[in-house]
């Protein structure tokens, strides 16, 4: 490890509510990294359970632990955002409180956000099943210096728990959006990557686990709401920037409506028709194409 990122302090914001179960697996890999320079922020959004008990005994034994209790539920962006009011340190890293980060995830994304002059760093991750404890897949997004278009291409993404912020530029975007429902990673990487320069380190640095019952990603109903809130929010700018993105996203959105429950699909639909027109514009041309075609086969 260089002498010169030595001094340089990061903080952990890991979000919780009712995590006892899993929080400490998490806490533990924070704690064995090999990078020791972090303060670590647990910012509990109103658990009910024993998570403050158990968060407060790692507080004891280690200084860099520190619990903080929102006075209110504010959900996992506005636990975040009074995790980055609360930080000493230059750099942010954001972490769900049911993954798990390698020994060197710190170090090596630390020396490469520095060594490249970067603002923000990612690295590959590991996809786990919530259950079984199997690995699914993995996520291996290289993403270097503007990548702006890309995201919105819907060609590159980054997740909150693989990349560490220069906390500056979190300020700069005028921190996390709260009402954001869900996708919020896209959220604010699309603002991020406005005024950012980024760098990956090419390693698996994260086991990311999915499919737990209480994660957003599980909730058809709240993944919807959050595309929907993303088209609406950046339709104009997404039309002139990059119109087949946006298409693409309005059609994901209309796919994940068809796989949910018949009462609330046909609200979604007409949200996202009046969002999107064009989308049913692009449905109807389909159809066509579809009904014609079929018209010459029978001849």
């Known amino acids: 490890m260089s002498s010169i990122n030595k001094c340089q302090l990061i903080s952990i914001i890991i979000p919780t509510f009712n995590r006892e179960h899993v929080i400490k697996r998490t806490i533990n890999s924070v704690l064995s990294q090999t990078y020791p320079h972090f303060e670590c922020l647990i910012i509990d959004d109103f658990s009910t359970d024993e998570t403050k008990n158990l968060i407060l005994k790692y507080e004891k034994q280690d200084s860099r632990v520190q619990y903080i209790r929102n006075m209110r539920k504010k959900g996992s962006q506005g636990a975040r955002n009074t995790g980055i009011l609360n930080s000493k340190g230059e750099w942010i890293v954001f972490f769900d409180s049911d993954n798990y980060m390698h020994v060197e995830y710190l170090e ?12 923000i760093c990612t690295c590959f991750i590991n996809i786990f099943d919530y259950q079984s404890k199997i ?3 993995s996520s291996e997004f290289n993403c270097q210096a503007s990548i702006h278009k890309t995201l919105l291409t819907g060609k590159c993404y980054v997740d909150f728990n693989n990349a560490i912020i220069k906390k500056n530029r979190l300020l700069q975007i005028g921190l996390l959006d709260e009402k954001c429902p ?5 959220d604010t990487h ?29 909730n058809f109903d709240k993944e919807i709401k959050g595309l929907l809130y993303l088209l ?16 693409n996203s309005a059609k994901r959105t209309m796919g994940l409506i068809n796989q949910s429950a018949a009462s609330s699909a046909i609200h979604y639909k007409c949200k996202l028709f009046f969002y999107v027109p064009e989308l049913l514009i ?3 041309k389909n159809k066509a194409k579809s009904f014609w075609g079929g018209k010459k086969l029978c001849q």
């Open 108 to 119: 090596c994304l630390i020396n490469k956000i520095i060594e490249q002059k970067a603002d």
């Open 135 to 137: 690995r699914v897949g």
């Open 182 to 186: 869900s996708h919020q990673e896209k």
């Open 190 to 218: 699309i603002r991020l990557s406005k005024i950012s320069v980024y760098t990956t380190v090419e390693k698996y640095l994260v086991d990311y686990y999915t499919g737990a019952p209480d994660a957003i990603s599980s």
């Open 232 to 247: 609406k929010k950046y339709g104009f700018y997404w039309r002139l920037n990059c119109f087949r993105g946006f298409i």
């Open 282 to 284: 692009f449905l109807l």
